[in-house]
């Protein structure tokens, strides 16, 4: 009888020991699942909501934006893994009203053009955009006046009668060729015999003689204006220092550039000016897909082939910018600082 009382004794025992430890790994377990969910790890595919597919606005082909955007979209694909692709677009006013359409989430954009549409100003009149955020600030963009070095176009007065593509009406390069006219006594309606053409429209009209000049405001070196000088020499007409205070004096989110001998076969730096290219977020992204967007992106410029990939930084992500800043870009910017 007593043997039998040890054996339950023993037995109950060892059931309760089990119970004890079977309540101290959980305890264990939900203790770790706690401070990892405090912890502050990076965002993982789980903290982006919905979002499963992500589309990036760029411009034309032969433009800066759209080489640009598939390097964004890999880097993007990698690192959050969100599928991200690269759009041709009509680029920075055209991005701007899709991104408010809901037609993209990530899209290349002036700053200049971010901020009239925000401000609902000039091309934005009546429109203003307020759904619309910045993500970071990314190179200089060069208003680039672009003819044949043959061409007898040697300054922005012989433009007078001539056919010059000035971009679409509304676009952002329309805007800096209105504004460079104008600070040259010129006007598109009244002086020139303006042409609403795309960055390769321009160019292939340059070579066949259809139009003698074309605006394009873009990163150099700029793929159609490269392979226009492939075929025939280029030159690109200079922005004198004079002008280029009098029309910063005016639009303060210009600035001072150039366009280095050697570009497109330049034989000397060729005074110019620009407008600073970013890249815009539908505001309502989640918070941690942006900041890991932001973060796929100037974290990697290293691996940007692009000649602007050299431009692109992380202390210079808020450089020119005049919109909001989206929480999720801003909380990456500060990390870095």
Do not use: W
Not at 298 to 325: M, P, Q, S
């Amino acid at each position: 009888m007593f043997k039998s009382k040890n054996m339950l004794f023993v037995l109950v025992l060892s059931v309760f020991m089990l119970v004890l430890a079977a309540c101290g790994s959980d305890d264990e377990d939900t203790s770790t699942t706690d401070t990892g969910s405090n912890s502050g790890d990076t965002a993982t595919e789980a903290d982006y909501g919905d979002v499963k597919f992500l589309s990036i606005l760029t411009g034309g082909t032969q433009g800066t934006y759209y080489p640009l955007g598939g390097t964004f979209a890999d880097l993007i694909t990698t690192d959050t893994g969100v599928k991200t692709t690269a759009e041709v677009s009509q680029a920075s006013a055209a991005n701007m009203t899709a991104l408010a359409d809901g037609k993209g989430e990530i899209a290349f954009v002036q700053t200049d053009i971010a901020y009239y549409a925000t401000q609902g100003t000039l091309m934005f009149e009546g429109q203003k955009i307020d759904s619309v955020v910045a993500l970071g600030a990314l190179y200089p963009e060069t208003v680039q006046l672009v003819t044949l070095a043959d061409s007898g176009i040697k300054t922005f007065a012989d433009l007078k009668g001539k056919k010059v593509s000035v971009g679409a009406p509304g676009s952002g390069t329309y805007a800096n060729a209105e504004q460079l006219l104008e600070i040259h006594g010129l006007s598109i309606k009244d002086d020139i015999q303006a042409q609403n053409l795309d960055f390769g429209e321009s160019t292939d009209g340059i070579q066949s003689g259809q139009i003698d000049a074309a605006f394009i405001t873009a990163g150099y070196p700029t793929g159609a204006v490269e392979a226009l000088n492939a075929t025939n020499g280029v030159t690109i007409i200079p922005v004198e220092a004079d002008k280029a205070e009098e029309l910063i004096a005016k639009y303060p989110y210009y600035a001072v550039d150039k366009i280095p001998s050697g570009t497109y076969g330049l034989e000397s730096d060729v005074p110019a000016v620009s407008v600073g290219a970013m890249l815009a977020v539908q505001k309502d992204l989640p918070e941690d897909l942006v900041y890991a967007m932001t973060k796929a992106i100037y974290d990697n410029t290293d691996k940007i082939g692009h000649a602007k990939g050299e431009f692109i930084k992380a202390e210079t992500g808020l450089d020119g910018i005049g919109i909001e800043v989206h929480p999720g870009a801003q909380r990456y910017f500060d990390e870095v600082k």
